[in-house]
T-cell receptor, first 113, second 109 residues
């Protein structure tokens, strides 16, 4: 069974540009989560999508946005990139519900220069 | 709101025990535990649910105090392979799944 896949693995952008990160969940999983992992800050919750809708978002500015497609894959967009957006962005998928484990992708390393 | 983990870091000798704590200011539906090794994705360890149900690794134990909104992960007779960063996650309700800042565990031979 294929795991959660993220693309690209690495992304280098210039300050002010836009970045698009992609995530394909495990087959059958309807929930997709996005997290930002910057050094020393743990897993900061960004966005949660389920059944094509945004269910919740973390404490991030509106320039962080995304969507979930009918096949449950998801896209994270970061506009007007800032240097502090440099981080590892992790995607996780799970079946919806409190007793289901999440499976993480390997992440996209975003570097803003 | 992020759950709070303690301690932030632990250094142990192989064979020693460790306890990692997780607390939340909000009522908990479930507590999730994950481990992340350097350069790798976080990996699921265990879920604890209200009512005492658990699901996860046989070799790892944890507790969940619903009234105190706390959970603890117990690592006994630690092995070198236990090294990594441990995250507790809370959620399952309308908020989704949010994680604490992590506890760094270093096991020395």
């Amino acid at each position: 069974e294929a795991g959660v896949t993220q693309s690209p693995t690495h992304l280098i952008k210039t300050r002010g540009q836009q970045a698009t990160l992609r995530c394909s969940p495990i087959s059958g999983h309807t929930s997709v989560y996005w997290y930002q992992q910057a050094l020393g800050l743990g897993l900061q919750f960004l966005l949660w999508y389920d059944e094509g809708e945004e269910r919740n978002r973390g404490n991030f500015p509106p320039r962080f946005s995304g969507r979930q497609f009918p096949n449950y894959s998801s896209e994270l967009n970061v506009n007007a990139l800032e240097l502090e957006d440099s981080a590892l962005y992790l995607c996780a998928s799970r079946y919806r519900g409190p007793n289901t484990e999440a499976f993480f992708g390997q992440g996209t390393r975003l570097t803003v220069v | 709101q992020q759950p709070v983990q303690s301690p932030q870091a632990v250094i142990l000798r192989e064979g020693e025990d460790a306890v990692i704590n997780c607390s939340s200011s909000k009522a908990l539906y479930s507590v999730h535990w994950y481990r992340q090794k350097h350069g790798e994705a976080p990996v699921f360890l265990m879920i604890l649910l209200k009512g005492g149900e658990q699901k996860g690794h046989e070799k790892i134990s944890a507790s969940f105090n619903e009234k105190k909104q706390q959970s603890s992960l117990y690592l006994t007779a630690s092995q070198l392979s236990y090294s990594g960063t441990y995250f507790c996650g809370t959620g399952g309700g309308a908020d989704g799944l949010t994680f604490g800042k992590g506890t760094h565990l270093i096991i020395q031979p």
